[in-house]
């Protein structure tokens, strides 16, 4: 599965939005979006943003993107949708567990379906670094399609044999660990329903 991914978001880069749309049904675009309404102030980050369809709705939603990335693959395929869509943003190749920013810089940080990195002690130190006093890290961490018909059926079949139904076993503990304090959210989008996972820096009343 980890080399799947892997070549997804490399040398198969040039696939991820076909793969992404079959895999939701056409929905894996609004999932992403589901992050806007939780997140704070205007500098987000965006950690992993892939063909960048979230970095070009940020900007126009107002917000100042930056986005981060360890694929050059996914960095050019960002850097032509952000240049079709006029948008002159910042995109750096880079990965979130040493993060090239100064502290305090971002009000908000973003991932959409990040694979395990997110909960490694060294991103999250980051995370807590680089967000500013009351910033927040907003994670649409799964999603599931509604519905009978057959290739709802197959598709979630999919998903639960490469175990991402049980992606978020344990992923509490580590942020605890971090200092963060974690609420889960839900949204339904179409005929489908998305989590999320809120995480802002834990005050004395949020340890127990």
């Known amino acids: 599965m980890s080399f799947g991914f892997r070549l997804l978001y490399h040398e198969l880069a040039w696939s991820y939005d076909l ?31 892939g063909p960048g369809h979230l970095l070009v709705t940020l ?18 395929l960002a850097w032509r949708r952000l240049r079709q ?3 002159t943003l910042t995109l750096v190749r880079g990965h979130a567990q040493t993060l090239p920013f100064p502290a305090c810089t971002f009000d908000s940080i973003v991932a959409t379906f990040p694979t395990p990195y997110i909960v490694e002690p060294a991103t999250l130190a980051e995370v807590v670094r680089t967000l500013r006093p009351h910033g927040r890290l907003v994670i649409v ?15 979630e079949w999919l998903y639960s044999i490469t175990g991402q139904r049980e992606a978020l076993d344990g992923w509490e503990a580590a942020f605890t660990a971090a200092g963060l304090a974690l609420r889960r959210v839900s949204a339904e989008i179409g005929r489908s329903q998305v989590w999320l996972l809120i995480a802002e820096p834990a005050t004395p009343g949020d340890i127990h």
Do not use: T
């Open 19 to 49: 793969v992404a749309w079959l895999v939701s049904c056409g929905q894996w675009q609004n999932w992403g979006r589901a992050a806007l309404p939780h997140l704070v102030g205007e500098r987000v980050l965006e950690l992993g943003h």
């Open 59 to 76: 900007a126009r939603e107002g917000f100042q993107p930056v986005g981060l990335d360890p694929s050059p693959q996914m960095g050019r």
């Open 85 to 87: 869509a006029r948008q």
């Open 141 to 155: 961490s799964s999603a599931q399609l509604k519905g009978s018909h057959p290739v709802v059926r197959f598709i």
